[in-house]
């Protein structure tokens, strides 16, 4: 039997990701804040285990190590760091300082790097195994009214491109998801797939998931989905003025207001 811990699983990403490798027959051990949804998702799975924390609390990464041991029997095969959250607003307005980019960077980056801290020992113990790291194309390009969301994802991205050549000779393969649009209970990007126009830019948390498992025992080390979104930090090298037009438009609503959040 293999088993995966699966962060932000009561909704979105997670739940999907919690899903399919349910339907692979992983033991998944369920994480996030709202317990009632993680039970209701629990008794969907054939086999599945919950543990409600909020990531950014101190004793978090303790307790999910205590229910690795507990329920996953001490082995861990997949480690799948998917909570994140995001607030938009520009540097400087009342909601978008410092007390902001904290805040973000203490779910997105620093809670992934404290429960990766405390995990990696049974991840090396069970290897080979892998952790998934969900960064986002917003960890590749940032666009206005996004700079604390995109700081914390290219964090990710640059720690994660590290950690993955550190821990390759202890066996614990590390991958890294790029997800660009994608239409999620937190994130419905309704403006966006209301458009003829704007639609095609938005995917399916089922799609993120597949990849998540692709970038995970898959062994890929870095995917980008939907495909074409890999083509944005190419163009970002290339014609830099261009895109910073396209994520001008993007910050200043051109393109539609609410739920963007690659
Ligand atoms: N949707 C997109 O367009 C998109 C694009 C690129 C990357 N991403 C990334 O994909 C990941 C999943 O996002 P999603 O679109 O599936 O959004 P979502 O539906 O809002 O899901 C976010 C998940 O994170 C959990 N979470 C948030 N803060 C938490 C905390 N402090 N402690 C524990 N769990 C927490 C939430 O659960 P609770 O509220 O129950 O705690 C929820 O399960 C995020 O890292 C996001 O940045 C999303």
Do not use: C
């Not at 195994?129 to 390009?141: D, K, L, Q, T």
């Amino acid at each position: 039997m293999r088993t995966a811990v699966v962060t932000g699983a009561s909704s979105g990403i997670g739940e999907a990701t919690a899903r399919r490798l349910g339907r692979d027959g992983w033991r998944v051990l369920l994480v996030a804040r709202r317990e009632d949804r993680l039970a209701a998702l629990a008794r969907e799975l054939p086999d599945a285990r919950v543990v409600a924390a909020d990531l950014t609390d101190d004793d978090a990464p303790a307790r999910i190590a205590a229910a690795v041991d507990e329920q996953l029997d001490g082995r861990l095969d997949l480690l799948v760091n998917n909570a994140g959250s995001s607030k938009r607003a520009r540097f400087g307005d009342e909601d978008g300082g410092y007390a902001t980019v904290r805040r973000i960077m203490e779910v997105n980056f620093d809670a992934v790097v404290r429960l990766v801290e405390e995990l990696l020992p049974v991840l090396r113990r069970s290897a080979p195994s892998s952790i998934v790291n969900v960064s986002s194309v917003a960890g590749r390009v940032a666009y206005p009214r996004g700079g604390a969301y995109s700081a914390s994802k290219f964090a990710l991205a640059g720690w994660t491109e590290a950690l993955q050549q550190e821990e390759a000779p202890h066996g614990v393969h590390v991958g890294l998801v790029l997800p660009g649009f994608v239409a999620t209970e937190g994130f419905p990007q309704d403006d966006l797939t209301a458009s003829a126009r704007t639609r095609w830019m938005v995917s399916r948390p089922e799609k993120v998931a597949d990849a998540i498992v692709r970038a995970g025992p898959g062994g890929s080390p870095e995917v980008v989905v939907p495909r074409a979104y890999r083509m944005v930090p190419v163009l970002r090298a290339l014609v830099p003025g261009l895109v910073r037009r396209a994520t001008g438009q993007l910050g200043r609503g051109e393109v539609g207001e609410t739920a963007r959040r690659p």
